[in-house]
């Protein structure tokens, strides 16, 4: 992974990326991240077995577009220190999921309980920080105006697979107008550590997708006659790889409850 | 404008922009300049009185997306020395095409005898750069497939108007796959003095375009049922806007006779 040095603020009180996750930590904010910490870089949480973290770093680097792999630790070790210095992964979420054999276990706040010394923490780049430079340049996230979830959907594009991890690519759907598709596409390849540029643009049916209106996961958004169907690869990808293999124990974060990092949006911009 | 400093080959020979251009001025080669010197730019061509320089060169400024200018000369000078060091603008196209009020009265192989020490020349960049990038990434221009002229319409983007010049964006549409789409959006992109990136993509009727079987300029070409259609900026707009405006007399290439520059396409490229 290359990554830019970390750029630290340098006034004594903390930043709005760790004041979210002392907050967390703290039982302070509960719920969804978004909007927390603006600016801030948000990251879908994977965390499973040393048996399978070689493979799923490897299908990480193999699907950069729907797994942008941005930090990972050590084996047992809570900290990430690419994304943030005072971070302690097992409480730093508002909640979790964990799964046994596949199945849905429990949701807690705090997974310190449950932490082993074998397992490894995988931090993957999420819309949320190109959905930011879209909106900055003025282009209207409609889901968010909404307060709805993106629509995403299991498509025909299949993954490379490494090792157990395979399956299709989930990819999440954003409503534009030609010229803010196109001014889309521009900005979000700036971003390739956070999704990139969409993977398919108009024509859902050529990768998949029978029926726009019935996303697979998130909610259903109108596409109105003047606008494309937008389609960037998406995080859930991953949890939806880790399903199908049923590992027989992982941690995922529960969904809109994201580790926020140290690092700014705008340091993951390529130029 | 602010261009790179010009790179010289080394070598003794001509290089092969010099080359085509001496092969022109000496008649030994007439027709089209497609294909001719791969790797240099082209450009469109228009010489106005000085009277009408000014709000041309502001009009191009104004509309850089279908008017680029990539060189301008001195008025009454041949030279345009921002492109080539052994220019003579009168005698290096292969073909011309001469107007007096609106009315084409010639299509001369040499216009040194209509010269004027007023006349100011404009070069415009043109698609062959960007078609030439886009083919090295392995994306097919159907158009040069099929031996035929790229399809160019009258849209419903009205320029922004300088002094007597005003009128539609002409622009010219290449059918591509949404993934070849999202592709040339990137590649075209690089090179905003030959055009950038698309103006619109799928959707023709949002610009004006009732029929896209039927261009304005150019050759139909087939749009498949797994295709976008996708729009650029087109050098035609100026020629079309200084129709409208009948000058008492200027001077354009013959289409698809353009001029060829020492300059190289890479170095057009902004990243």
Partial sequence: MAITPMRRDDTAAPHRGLAARLAIRAGAHRG???GLAPGYVQGNLAILPKALAADFLRFCQLNPKPCPLIGSSAPGDWRVPA??????IRTDLPRYRIWRNGELVAEPE???D????????????CSFSFEEALMAD?????????GSNVPMYRTS??????????????VSMRPMTPANAIRAIQITTRFPSVHGAPVHIGKPEMIGIKDIAKPDYGDAI????DELPVFW?????????????????????YPGSMLVTDRKNTEFAIM
Same sequence: chains 1, 2.
């Fill in 110 to 112: 705090d997974i310190r």
């Fill in 114 to 125: 449950v932490w082993r010394d074998d397992l490894v923490s995988f931090v993957i780049g």
């Fill in 32 to 34: 969804p991240t978004s």
């Fill in 157 to 170: 594009i299949a993954t490379s697979e490494a090792g157990p991890f395979h399956g299709p690519m989930v």
């Fill in 83 to 88: 994304l943030a210095q005072d971070l302690d």
């Fill in 233 to 253: 690869a998406c995080g859930v990808t991953p949890q939806s790889v880790i399903a199908t293999v049923k590992p027989d124990f992982c941690i995922t974060h």
């Fill in 138 to 146: 003025g282009i209207e996230m409609r889901h968010i105006v909404r």
């Fill in 222 to 225: 109108e596409v109105r006659g």
